[in-house]
T-cell receptor
């Protein structure tokens, strides 16, 4: 069975500061993928970034980067130069091999303050 | 590019009534399709997934069922809704390296 743990229920961050959202995972699969999604108050789930378990380099997408530490089973999301529009719920998720669906964490509510 | 549609956007139904939520995908063939439910203030829970027409895998025993009558159509149903079926229902398409979500249906069972 797969498990995702997000230990920060809520975070307050000053605008323009960098933000690190924590995510640890547990799986017995050798091959797996890690995802981060943003969910604003409108409810839509917006894909941010993906990291494969065999990828040697950390994934980056614009202001988003994933700090992947495989030995620690950690996949933290880093948002550089935070903006007011970054305020939202953030979910970490993982997928085993094949067509499996995603297993989600409980999320972190990020609030960016001016 | 791929687009995923869900309807209705919101729904209020009495306990014991039937349910039918529809999801369609454009711009891709033979996608893997998924239904998730999000209870208030919680993460998403996988309900069903499908790798092809007529092929449905259930992840959680419950009051719901799913069908895939066409390649790009995925339907979530119930014969009799329970109060505990309230939530935000999201359809997604994807494969091993990606999964994209539709806009969701917010269901309130009264």
């Amino acid at each position: 069975a797969q498990k995702i743990t997000q230990t920060q229920p809520g975070m307050f961050v000053q605008e323009k500061e960098a933000v690190t959202l924590d995510c640890t995972y547990d799986t017995s699969d050798q091959s797996y993928g890690l995802f981060w999604y943003k969910q604003p108050s409108s409810g839509e789930m917006i894909f941010l970034i993906y990291q494969g378990s065999y990828d040697e380099q950390n994934a980056t997408e614009g202001r988003y980067s994933l700090n992947f530490q495989k030995a620690r089973k950690s996949a933290n999301l880093v948002i550089s130069a935070s903006q007011l529009g970054d305020s939202a719920m953030y979910f970490c998720a993982m997928q085993g091999g094949g067509a499996d669906g995603l297993t989600f964490g409980k999320g972190t509510h990020l609030i960016i303050q001016p | 590019s791929q687009t995923i549609h869900q309807w209705p956007a919101t729904l209020v139904q009495p306990v014991g009534s039937p349910l039918s939520l529809e999801c369609t995908v454009e711009g891709t063939s033979n996608p893997n399709l998924y239904w998730y439910r999000q209870a208030a203030g919680r993460g998403l829970q996988l309900l069903f997934y499908s790798v092809g027409i007529g092929q449905i895998s259930s992840e959680v025993p419950q009051n719901l069922s799913a069908s895939r009558p066409q390649d790009r159509q995925f339907i979530l149903s119930s014969k009799k809704l329970l109060l505990s079926d309230s939530g935000f229902y999201l359809c997604a398409w994807g494969d091993t390296y990606e999964q994209y979500f539709g806009p969701g249906t917010r269901l309130t069972v009264t």
